[in-house]
């Protein structure tokens, strides 16, 4: 096997057990222990016994309904405590779970079955239009059966349609035990979870991860430091989501914390929730990170309970890192009471996390973390040859138990993504410092400017930008002028809202470049224009959704910038 330049510290053993008997077998809390509590209605709740229970029952009705062993299962709902028992039953029962973006339109939904051969959706009955509009526009019995996720009180069941009730019904009071096994070439080869990769540029893909990955993820990720105990975490990211389904299906279990359920992400609702509930910990993309700070709401709320902010889908700008700190505790303390705003990097084929900063370590370097153990990595040039060192910049690859095999149904991609030394290639740009071992992100490879043969990348530009008061969001792209001949950085701008009392004069496309113009050398300004707009695109967990930008940009100039290598 081709040797790795960087290594993450050695890993402990990885459990080859199946996920459920990994979680249930034997339990780390008594059976009552509260797991996850609805936010808006903290009598609803699953604890750590009814939970399993539930999951025995829903087994039996999944494999009552016709779910044979490796069906896809496709959830298609926003969050809810029971998500991830459903998500754990499917699995449990010998089937693949899958799950897809609530706002998706028939279209979307149609590749995300077809890509994934769904046999069975469930979704919420508020979605059930778009969902019966995919399936005419797929092969005629493509998907078995259809069944209505209504768990909350006021969600009906429409006429005709079968709810998930009868899941449990015909599960009966006990249920049936999960598909068990205890060896590692079964854990390495069944697949759990079927999740899709981002789809930033292109239509997403289809991610096998296996029993293996994810009970490894949990432990090279959590595991290997103190603290996951006793937790109270707010979830708001989409349970469909990498950036969620580790965390919710098993560490909360694993390591028993407590959750707070928010059906979809709302700034008010989430302040008061932290507030409420006292939460410790919570993971947030950098946009809300920006709107926590930029929004006159937070300073009506108490969110000094929380001590751990996790940073994710992007690298977090170190000024708006400090700035978080201090809205989130305005009075500052000793070091060790300072909230810790830390930042990690992760992708759907890791099975999410990558990198991380172990408690209780403090960076505002702008730093995504070091190697989780057991992780290696190199760093390859444009054409994919092996520059590895410290401090050497290019496109970061990845091997190791979290990394997963390939694309699901799709082997040119997988054969173009992971090479014969069984790295996987991440597009992503960045370095490790040789002094500290941290690692840092440049930018994606193929977003990368090249300004008059000069590097820029968008994610500097886009840090500066949101440090301006009057900016709430912000993206940069590459588009080609030609009475310039080259590519040139262009911004796509979302303004504050101004209050009737507002003073300050209002920023306009001059104000903007001039800001930026201050701060940055000469190829790094935004000579390719400013646009004012309404919003950024993005997708669920907070990235943008930079193909519909440059798509814009084609519009507005005729030429886009494809981005360079590094």
Same mark, same amino acid.
């Given at each position: 096997?081709?040797?790795?330049?960087?290594?993450?510290?050695?890993?402990?053993?990885?459990?080859?057990?199946?996920?459920?008997?990994?979680?249930?077998?034997?339990?780390?809390?008594?059976?009552?222990?509260?797991?996850?509590?609805?936010?808006?209605?903290?009598?609803?709740?699953?604890?750590?016994?009814?939970?399993?229970?539930?999951?025995?029952?829903?087994?039996?009705?999944?494999?009552?309904?016709?779910?044979?062993?490796?069906?896809?299962?496709?959830?298609?709902?926003?969050?809810?405590?029971?998500?991830?028992?459903?998500?754990?039953?499917?699995?449990?029962?010998?089937?693949?779970?899958?799950?897809?973006?609530?706002?998706?339109?028939?279209?979307?939904?149609?590749?995300?079955?077809?890509?994934?051969?769904?046999?069975?959706?469930?979704?919420?009955?508020?979605?059930?239009?778009?969902?019966?509009?995919?399936?005419?526009?797929?092969?005629?019995?493509?998907?078995?059966?259809?069944?209505?996720?209504?768990? %909350?009180?006021?969600? *009906?069941?429409?006429?005709?349609? /079968? @709810?998930?009730?009868?899941? =449990? #019904?015909?599960?009966?009071?006990?249920?049936?035990?999960?598909?068990?096994?205890?060896?590692?070439?079964?854990?390495?080869?069944?697949?759990?979870?079927?999740?899709?990769?981002?789809?930033?540029?292109?239509?997403?893909?289809?991610?096998?991860?296996?029993?293996?990955?994810?009970?490894?993820?949990?432990?090279?990720?959590?595991?290997?430091?103190?603290?996951?105990?006793?937790?109270?975490?707010?979830?708001?990211?989409?349970?469909?989501?990498?950036?969620?389904?580790?965390?919710?299906?098993?560490?909360?279990?694993?390591?028993?914390?407590?959750?707070?359920?928010?059906?979809?992400?709302?700034?008010?609702?989430?302040?008061?929730?932290?507030?409420?509930?006292?939460?410790?910990?919570?993971?947030?993309?950098?946009?809300?990170?920006?709107?926590?700070?930029?929004?006159?709401?937070?300073? %009506?709320?108490?969110? *000094?309970?929380?001590?751990?902010? /996790? @940073?994710?889908?992007?690298? =977090? #700008?170190?000024?708006?890192?400090?700035?978080?700190?201090?809205?989130?505790?305005?009075?500052?303390?000793?070091?060790?009471?300072?909230?810790?705003?830390?930042?990690?990097?992760?992708?759907?084929?890791?099975?999410?996390?990558?990198?991380?900063?172990?408690?209780?370590?403090?960076?505002?370097?702008?730093?995504?973390?070091?190697?989780?153990?057991?992780?290696?990595?190199?760093?390859?040039?444009?054409?994919?040859?092996?520059?590895?060192?410290?401090?050497?910049?290019?496109?970061?690859?990845?091997?190791?138990?979290?990394?997963?095999?390939?694309?699901?149904?799709?082997?040119?991609?997988?054969?173009?993504?992971?090479?014969?030394?069984?790295?996987?290639?991440?597009?992503?740009?960045?370095?490790?410092?040789?002094?500290?071992?941290?690692?840092?992100?440049?930018?994606?490879?193929?977003?990368?400017?090249?300004?008059?043969?000069?590097?820029?990348?968008?994610?500097?530009?886009?840090?500066?930008?949101?440090?301006?008061?009057?900016?709430?969001?912000?993206?940069?792209?590459?588009?080609?002028?030609?009475?310039?001949?080259?590519?040139?950085?262009?911004?796509?701008?979302?303004?504050?809202?101004?209050?009737?009392?507002?003073?300050?004069?209002?920023?306009?496309?001059?104000?903007?470049?001039?800001?930026?113009?201050?701060?940055?050398?000469?190829?790094?300004?935004?000579?390719?224009?400013?646009?004012?707009?309404?919003?950024?695109?993005?997708?669920?967990?907070?990235?943008?959704?930079?193909?519909?930008?440059?798509?814009?940009?084609?519009?507005?100039?005729?030429?886009?910038?494809?981005?360079?290598?590094?």
């Amino acid at each position: 096997m081709e040797p790795a330049f960087f290594k993450g510290p050695a890993p402990p053993p990885i459990p080859t057990k199946d996920i459920l008997s990994w979680i249930f077998d034997e339990p780390r809390c008594e059976d009552d222990q509260k797991i996850l509590i609805d936010a808006n209605n903290d009598s609803r709740y699953v604890t750590f016994g009814h939970a399993r229970n539930t999951i025995r029952r829903l087994i039996k009705g999944l494999k009552a309904a016709g779910m044979g062993k490796g069906d896809c299962v496709l959830i298609h709902s926003f969050n809810d405590i029971y998500y991830p028992i459903l998500g754990l039953s499917i699995i449990g029962a010998g089937g693949v779970f899958a799950g897809s973006n609530p706002s998706y339109t028939p279209r979307e939904l149609i590749h995300h079955i077809a890509t994934s051969q769904t046999r069975i959706v469930i979704s919420e009955p508020e979605l059930l239009v778009n969902v019966r509009a995919a399936i005419e526009g797929l092969p005629e019995g493509s998907v078995k059966a259809v069944y209505v996720f209504n768990p %909350r009180e006021g969600q *009906s069941v429409p006429p005709g349609e /079968i @709810s998930w009730e009868e899941l =449990l #019904n015909a599960g009966g009071k006990e249920g049936e035990d999960w598909v068990r096994f205890d060896d590692k070439e079964t854990a390495e080869n069944t697949v759990a979870c079927r999740l899709f990769s981002s789809g930033t540029s292109g239509l997403p893909k289809g991610v096998e991860i296996t029993h293996y990955n994810i009970v490894a993820q949990h432990e090279l990720a959590h595991e290997t430091e103190n603290g996951l105990e006793g937790q109270i975490w707010t979830l708001k990211l989409p349970m469909f989501h990498v950036a969620n389904v580790p965390l919710v299906f098993t560490s909360m279990f694993r390591k028993p914390s407590t959750g707070y359920v928010l059906r979809r992400f709302d700034m008010e609702n989430w302040l008061s929730t932290v507030e409420k509930y006292k939460a410790t910990h919570t993971s947030l993309p950098p946009i809300i990170a920006t709107g926590i700070i930029k929004s006159p709401l937070t300073d %009506r709320y108490d969110i *000094s309970s929380l001590r751990m902010v /996790i @940073s994710s889908a992007w690298a =977090l #700008n170190p000024d708006i890192q400090r700035t978080l700190i201090r809205k989130i505790k305005p009075v500052k303390g000793p070091e060790e009471n300072e909230p810790r705003i830390t930042q990690l990097w992760g992708m759907t084929e890791a099975t999410c996390i990558v990198t991380k900063f172990n408690h209780p370590e403090l960076d505002g370097t702008g730093s995504v973390g070091r190697l989780i153990p057991g992780i290696e990595a190199k760093i390859v040039d444009d054409e994919g040859a092996d520059i590895s060192d410290y401090n050497a910049t290019g496109e970061i690859c990845l091997r190791g138990p979290t990394i997963v095999k390939g694309y699901f149904g799709n082997p040119d991609a997988t054969r173009t993504s992971w090479d014969q030394g069984g790295f996987y290639h991440t597009g992503d740009v960045g370095y490790c410092d040789r002094e500290t071992k941290k690692w840092y992100l440049i930018d994606r490879k193929k977003e990368l400017i090249k300004v008059r043969g000069f590097q820029v990348a968008p994610v500097e530009l886009e840090g500066i930008l949101l440090a301006h008061p009057q900016i709430l969001d912000a993206a940069v792209i590459g588009v080609i002028l030609e009475e310039y001949g080259s590519e040139l950085p262009r911004a796509y701008i979302v303004l504050r809202p101004r209050s009737t009392a507002d003073e300050t004069t209002p920023l306009d496309e001059d104000g903007v470049k001039e800001f930026v113009k201050s701060q940055v050398a000469t190829y790094k300004r935004l000579e390719g224009g400013v646009v004012f707009v309404d919003t950024i695109p993005k997708n669920a967990t907070g990235k943008v959704l930079k193909g519909v930008l440059r798509e814009w940009a084609g519009s507005e100039v005729g030429r886009v910038g494809g981005g360079g290598g590094c």
